[in-house]
């Protein structure tokens, strides 16, 4: 969201906390801001807006963390134009080895009239809800890993290991039904570790299904089927991208996109020495992940499952023949890669950057055109 610049506008600076707000006010032609404290709450809130004479010159920013948009939909309701702004593009000295709230304010404040400050897009309620749903599904399945482990790190201190093939199989699932305990403690803890598994199971299969519901619904239905039509995102998956991303136009270009992921290579470059280094990591961790997993379906040939053609159904054949040319491109990708490099790790996070450029190129494209 761009916000119109006046050169009589105020600029208000929020260094945000869960019970105070720090606030640094630059009034026009004014050389430094004046610094307030206020309780984090709506009146306090109300308070500060309504002290001042015009609040449609009001211009207030502040840092996205973990308290989240309200204060932005709040301030928005109240008729004040409010950026939230990106935490790791906030310039910063290199010297500068003092942080206070005082000092974050004022200079929020200032960079904000300088128009040094990049704003992020505010998620509309239902967006960040949607989005809070699959990050908790993510959640469940990390707590659900977690309880694997301790029930197979119990079974090793006791010398029963399992060696038929991948664990947590049908066969797996029959060989755990299977073992016993003499010791009372032990059949208790056994059956404990087995309960909580059981438990996560049936809690992820429920959130599942909500989801699966919600993927129908819009406005989500239509990314979500134009996303899915791609090998190695499934329904879930694509929902996943669709909330993280919400306005794929947004991006000027693809490469643009690809940073936002997290997934480009950080460079320091002076002079005549370039040197690159790892994945800079920024952006959504969930939809770092996502693209990630998405990437290593390509490590196989091309070929249109039966999965893959079912979710091709109710989409359009200009989005299959994108999603058929960006298969090609990424198996062939992948096997050369591969064949270079000894992590397939970072195999895999390469493929995943191109991946997130195809999609955007599928998100920004006319749907009927090839």
Request: with cysteine.
């Amino acid at each position: 969201m761009s916000i119109v610049m006046h050169p009589d506008a105020t600029f208000v600076g929020l260094d945000v906390h869960k019970d105070s707000i720090s606030v640094g006010v630059l009034r026009p032609r004014q050389v430094g801001p004046d610094v307030d404290r206020i309780f984090h709450d709506e009146p306090s809130i109300r308070r500060l807006i309504g002290s001042f004479d015009h609040r449609e010159l009001l211009r207030v920013c502040y840092e996205a963390g973990p308290t989240g948009y309200g204060l932005a939909r709040l301030l928005a309701g109240m008729g004040v134009a409010c950026q939230v702004i990106a935490p790791a593009l906030i310039p910063k000295a290199p010297g500068d080895k003092v942080k206070t709230d005082r000092r974050d304010c004022r200079r929020l404040a200032r960079l904000y009239r300088a128009g040094e400050l990049t704003a992020i897009r505010i998620p509309s309620e239902r967006e960040e809800a949607v989005r809070d749903l699959c990050r908790a599904r993510v959640d469940m399945v990390t707590d659900r890993h977690r309880a694997r482990r301790r029930l197979l790190s119990f079974l090793l201190r006791h010398g029963h290991v399992y060696r038929q093939g991948s664990s947590w199989t049908a066969t797996h699932e029959r060989w755990l039904a299977g073992l016993a305990f003499t010791d009372p403690a032990l059949r208790v803890t056994f059956h404990h570790y087995r309960a909580v598994i059981a438990s996560r199971d049936a809690e992820l299969r429920a959130l599942e299904h909500d989801l699966a519901q919600v993927a129908c619904e819009e406005p989500f239905a239509e990314p979500v089927r134009r996303l899915a039509a791609y090998r190695g995102v499934a329904e879930l998956g694509a929902l996943t991208l669709a909330t993280e991303v919400c306005d794929w136009r947004r991006f000027a270009h693809a490469p643009a996109f690809m940073g936002f992921t997290g997934l480009v290579p950080s460079e320091y470059s002076s002079g005549s020495r370039s040197r690159r280094g790892k994945i800079t990591r920024t952006g959504p961790v969930h939809l770092r992940t996502q693209l990630v997993e998405s990437a290593w379906a390509y490590r196989h040939r091309p070929i249109v499952s039966q999965r893959l053609r079912a979710r091709h159904d109710g989409v359009g054949q200009a989005a299959i023949a994108r999603s058929w040319k960006a298969q090609l491109r990424l198996c062939r990708r992948f096997k050369r890669l591969a064949a270079r490099k000894s992590n397939i790790g970072l195999v895999a996070a390469a493929v995943a950057r191109e991946l997130a450029g195809f999609l955007w190129a599928e998100m920004t494209a006319d749907p009927t055109t090839v």
